[in-house]
Structures are given as C-alpha cells and as structure tokens.
C-alpha cells in the first residue's frame, strides 16, 4: 500500500462488520456476542430505571412535605411561667405573622396551635394530631385543599374540623359524621389533671399524598382548638411558607430579622435533615454499585473479543501480510466490542426510558400478580411508586456504560494489533 489510510477507514468498518455477524462455525463468538450485548443493555436499563425511581422518590417525598409542612417553623425562645413549666407560647402572633409576612420570598405566615388528643367514633379509637388555623391559612396549604383527592366542604370548616382520609378509614368516618375528641388539657382536680371531650362534625376529608399526614392529621379552626389547648389569646407556632423552600437558609437572615431576639426559626431541612442525608447516601451508594454492574456486564465483552481474536488468527496475518498496519488492526476490532456496547448501551436507554415513562401500569400489572400488597405506604410514607426522568441521569448513564465498554475494548484490540503474522500463520 502507498500510504497510510485514514482512521476508521470503510474497509476498517466492513471487516469489523463481518465479524460482529454470527456464523454458524463461529457459534461461540456469536453466543459471547449476544450475553454482552444483552448484559450491556440489561445493566444500562436498570441503571437508568434506579435513577428514575431515585428521582421521581425524593421529588414526592419532599414535594409532599413541602405541600403539607411548614417551610419554616417560627416559635418563642422558652421561658419559665408561673407554674415552673417552660412556655414557648406565642402572644403577639397577629403582629409576629403580619411581620413575617412582609419578608421578601414569604408566601404565607400562619398561627398554629398543636396538641395530640384521642379521636373515638362508634367502638373504633386512635391518637390524632391536631392543627388550629384559621379558614384562610388553611386554604393556602395545597395538598391539603386540593379539589381532586379532597370530599367534603372547606366553606363550612368553622362548623366542624378537617381529617385525613387515613383517619376517616380507620374510624369509618364520612363527611357530616361526628367525632369525638378528648385532650387531657381539662380542669385540675385532685386526681391530677381532667380529660376534655368534645364532639366535632367532619365537614372535609383530605388526601395529602403522604400516609403518615393522612393517617394521623386533623385541623381545627384556631379558636377553637385554643379552648381545646388552654391557649386563648396564644399560639403554639408560626408556619412559614416561601416561595423557594429548596434555598430556605438563604431566607433564614432575613426572617430572623423580622423575628428579633425572642424568636428561634426551625426549617424543612433541619426537621427532615436525616432522611435528606440517607437519601443522598442511598442515591451515591446506588451509582455505585449500579456502575459496577455496567462494569461487568462490560468485561463480557472482553471475553467475546479475545475468543474472536483468537479464531481470527490466521485472518490478522494475512491482513498484515497484505500490508494493513497495526493501528488498523486495533480499530478493526475496537470497532467490533465498541459497537456491541453502543448498541447495548442504546437499547438499554431506550428500555430505561419506557420504563420510567410507563411505570405506573407497569406497577400496576406487577402488583396484580403479586396478589397486592407488593408496596405498603405505611412504611415508604406515600402511596405509590414514582419516577422522574432527568436528562442529566440519562446521560450519566449513557457516559458511564460507553466509557466503561470502549475503554474495555482496547486492551484485547490492542492485543491482536500487536499479534505476529508469522506466528499467526506458523501452522495454517
């Protein structure tokens, strides 16, 4: 030959091409070729399918608390009243909220009462939390107020309280039944401290995404669970809404100046700061180990080549004997394990993305088959699987199986590139 050919030459692709097919002598070649291909795309679908499934868990689980919670809960610094007992009480709320509520990046400020009473209806009991707002604070909490999940009417929340579907089920509630309600916030008698009944009409049921909300959650109109609490004229917190809650330590200066000495702020993350952290561990440890199955389904392909290198033996020398250099070689059969990841590696991202697109009749069907059961909402906290596709999680598993198979490639390529022809040719 009279020159060099350029890189990735047709004849490079077309001999790299002949020897991908399968052949029925070359049975073993053709069988390595199909367990990496199907291992590569195997291992690329559910990497993406974790990363979805990562995406679309912390996206739900932080969209609900951030739906339903407080942003940023505002309380006094403890004192010691008259009875020797802390108070963190709030008097002045009205004018603590309408101060809050003028901090640029503020959406809302409510007063809150909470306090944890003993709900009864017919022979059925369970442990509630109460929450005492106002009509108008209420209807500002989006999850809660959201027409499609939500029976009952908010119009008439001043004649009655609100509950979670989850307590309704539990209970055998419906809208208009009644509720009782016993604190122990009653008179003090010499037996200690009295029980408060109170019988309440459920006038809205809500649904907030969350089972532990919906199971456990209750609001009341502020005046009347601070006659419940003993807190007329008070407030146990304020609950801040903003509009950025993901940039919330950013607000934190600003509120704290609203607030003034007397007052201590307790964010979304500092509530949820250890599941935030477990999450970002999961989703760390999950790439690894996921990046690591890509690895192996990578190394098939060695395997594959270094049978095909060996039974194209003779092949390598008389191309080199015909004058094909070295780096040819190597390109020839580079080209053959890099297609088998590429193709691998697409097919995975397309299975990847189905998936994640159509999770939901998926998980469905395998729930069907399983008899039910399959995901309990009272230990993940929401109701259903979910799944967020990100074009960054895409392509960090798109980088990470072609760099991991093409980098694998060239040591067997490089191996045959350098293979003597006369060795090669020594006994054909």
């Not at 008259?82 to 990046?105: C, F, H, M, N």
């Not at 704290?256 to 201590?264: I, R, V």
């Not at 003779?314 to 070295?326: A, E, N, P, S």
């Amino acid at each position: 030959m009279s020159g060099s050919p350029p890189p990735f030459s047709r004849f490079e692709w077309m001999i790299a091409w002949r020897y991908i097919r399968a052949r029925r002598a070359e049975g073993g070649v053709s069988t390595m070729t199909w367990i990496s291909l199907i291992g590569i795309t195997l291992a690329v679908f559910a990497l993406i399918a974790t990363l979805a499934v990562r995406s679309g868990f912390r996206s739900e689980f932080v969209g609900t608390i951030l739906g339903a919670n407080a942003h940023v809960s505002v309380y006094n610094i403890p004192v010691v009243d008259a009875s020797g007992a802390l108070d963190r009480t709030i008097s002045d709320y009205e004018a603590r909220a309408s101060q809050l509520a003028d901090v640029p990046g503020v959406i809302r400020a409510a007063p809150v009462v909470k306090g944890e009473v003993m709900a009864n209806h017919r022979q059925e009991s369970t442990f509630v939390q109460v929450f005492g707002m106002t009509a108008e604070d209420l209807r500002d909490i989006p999850r809660i107020v959201d027409p499609v999940t939500s029976r009952g009417d908010l119009d008439r929340y001043e004649d009655g309280i609100a509950i979670g579907n989850g307590i309704a089920a539990e209970l055998g509630l419906m809208v208009g039944d009644r509720i009782e309600l016993v604190s122990n916030t009653g008179p003090m008698t010499p037996m200690g401290r009295g029980l408060r009944r109170n019988f309440y009409e459920v006038v809205f049921i809500f649904s907030a995404g969350r089972y532990d909300i919906d199971r456990t959650r209750v609001y009341m109109p502020l005046e009347a669970a601070q006659s419940m609490f003993n807190r007329e004229g008070r407030v146990d917190e304020i609950e801040v809404m903003v509009e950025a809650p993901e940039e919330i330590d950013a607000l934190r200066p600003a509120l704290m100046e609203a607030l003034g000495p007397q007052g201590q702020i307790f964010t979304w993350r500092e509530a949820y700061s250890s599941f935030l952290r477990a999450l970002a561990v999961e989703d760390n440890v999950m790439f690894v180990i996921l990046s690591i199955l890509v690895l192996i389904a990578s190394m098939n392909i060695i395997s594959g080549l270094i049978m095909l290198v060996k039974n194209k033996g003779r092949d390598i020398g008389i191309l080199r004997t015909m004058g094909l250099t070295q780096g040819s070689v190597l390109r020839v059969f580079f080209l053959c394990g890099a297609s088998i990841g590429t193709i691998g590696t697409v097919c995975g991202v397309i299975l990847g993305c189905l998936f994640a697109i159509y999770i939901d009749p998926i998980f469905s069907a395998v729930n069907y088959l399983a008899g039910g059961g399959v995901w309990d909402p009272s230990i993940r906290g929401i109701y259903n699987l979910p799944a967020e596709l990100h074009l960054e999680d895409v392509l960090s598993a798109v980088a990470l199986s072609l760099g991991l198979s093409w980098t694998i490639t060239y040591f067997p390529a490089r191996r045959a590139a350098r293979m003597n022809p006369v060795e090669a040719l020594r006994y054909e």
